[in-house]
């Protein structure tokens, strides 16, 4: 099975997981420092910026888009409790 590495800026930890997980459970797994609290797009509290491999990352989904147009945020920020790694990325955890 293919891995991807995930480069949770916040603490400088590099992460390999199975291409096709959850951005959530590799966080989750790893310990690294993503707040979540819905775990369903509605919060906004795993707010984070894809700073490289946005292309890696799953397609955002209707409501995920809605959700973050209504916080006027920059295009590669997204929620990480929707993203699925398809590749390597590179994020930095933002909140709400």
């Known amino acids: 099975m293919s891995t991807a590495t ?3 800026l916040l603490e400088d930890l590099l992460v ?7 951005l959530q459970a590799i966080a989750d797994a790893s310990g ?10 509605s919060c906004g ?13 799953s397609g ?5 888009r809605d ?3 209504g916080l006027s945020v920059a295009e590669d920020e997204r ?4 993203v699925h790694v398809n590749g ?6 933002l909140g709400l």
């Open 6 to 8: 995930v480069h949770f």
């Open 16 to 22: 390999q997981a199975p291409i096709g997980t959850s």
């Open 32 to 41: 690294a420092d993503i707040t979540f609290g819905c775990r369903n797009g």
């Open 45 to 57: 509290t795993c707010r984070i910026r894809v700073t490289q491999g946005l292309e890696h990352c």
């Open 60 to 64: 955002m989904g209707s409501e995920e």
């Open 67 to 69: 959700f973050l147009k």
């Open 79 to 82: 929620l990480a409790c929707r």
């Open 88 to 93: 390597d990325i590179e994020v930095d955890y």
